[in-house]
């Protein structure tokens, strides 16, 4: 029977237990973190940042609860101009000022790099995409284009399984111990891809960088709040967008997509039919997010 084992074999595939072939496994090891550098911001957080791309068209990407550069970076890959990817406070090396943090922080986070860099377009996944609609809310007219992946609440406060997962994440991390990450963020993949050696080359890469970073114990704090007090306050935001959702993601419920795709004037609802769409509909995700920013 095949199953999930950390660590892996030192060949960075996953061997079987059981009858059948148990011989080495071919995959290719994680791409090296590329070199970023600490920027400053006008609110005195020095936050992680890494720009790629060129051209007079800039976009900026936000990350996920947990997440970061190199996770964030998939979503960038057709997208024309320059591109701008950070790290939350609490995330990576960017810095962690004392909490309690607030979408309001986090606002300001996006909003620094986005004005140091130039940015006039905008990409927020879940975590990120809620710091997007704090920013919108006061900034309705900040960027020409939007886009939306997988948000994860805006009015309405989580259900309980999604903060769950993120401490189970913050302990795991705060533990050192390298097979109870594994064992959290395994649940990242979906269920076809775990033992697979492209699913390992994503463990390794998400476990090198929790480990040598960790994660903010106050990132927790943000369990308890919302983006927007009132969703209705992003309609004054005229810009186009793309939000994306995916059905029977727990994490992200669709019905919130739902909800941003109607209180935004100028958006397009998309909805993928199942979660995991980074691995299922790789392609198509990036095409869909490339052409919308392109065109």
């Not at 309705?140 to 997988?150: A, D, H, I």
């Not at 903010?216 to 967008?241: K, N, S």
């Amino acid at each position: 029977m095949r199953g999930f084992r950390w660590p892996p074999p030192p060949d960075s595939g996953p061997r079987t237990w059981g009858p059948g072939p148990g011989g080495p496994r071919t995959g290719r090891p994680a791409i090296p973190d590329p070199e970023t550098e600490l920027v400053a911001t006008p609110h005195g957080v020095q936050l992680e940042r890494l720009v790629t791309g060129v051209g007079d068209r800039v976009t900026v990407f936000a990350h996920g609860l947990g997440n970061g550069i190199a996770t964030t970076r998939p979503f960038g890959s057709g997208v024309a101009g320059r591109r701008l990817f950070f790290q939350f406070r609490g995330h990576g090396r960017s810095e962690s000022p004392a909490g309690p943090w607030t979408y309001l922080d986090l606002a300001r986070d996006l909003r620094a790099i986005a004005d140091l860099g130039g940015a006039s377009r905008a990409f927020g996944a879940s975590l990120g995409a809620g710091a997007l609609c704090r920013l919108l809310a006061e900034s309705p007219e900040r960027f020409e284009k939007l886009v939306f992946f997988l948000p994860a609440v805006l009015d309405e406060l989580r259900a309980p399984v999604a903060w769950e997962r993120v401490n189970a994440l913050l302990e795991a991390v705060g533990s050192g111990d390298a097979s109870a990450v594994a064992d959290v963020v395994s649940l990242e993949l979906p269920a076809a891809v775990r033992n697979t050696p492209a699913g390992w080359a994503y463990l390794r890469q998400r476990l090198d960088q929790l480990l040598r970073d960790g994660l903010a114990d106050d990132l927790a704090t943000l369990a308890g709040q919302v983006p927007l007090t009132d969703a209705t306050a992003l309609a004054a935001v005229t810009a186009p967008a793309l939000v994306i959702g995916c059905a029977g993601d727990d994490l992200h419920p669709v019905e919130v997509a739902e909800q941003l795709a109607a209180a935004l004037p100028q958006a397009t609802l998309h909805v993928y039919d199942r979660p995991g769409v980074l691995w299922s509909e790789r392609a198509d995700l990036r095409g869909r997010i490339s052409g919308f920013l392109n065109e």
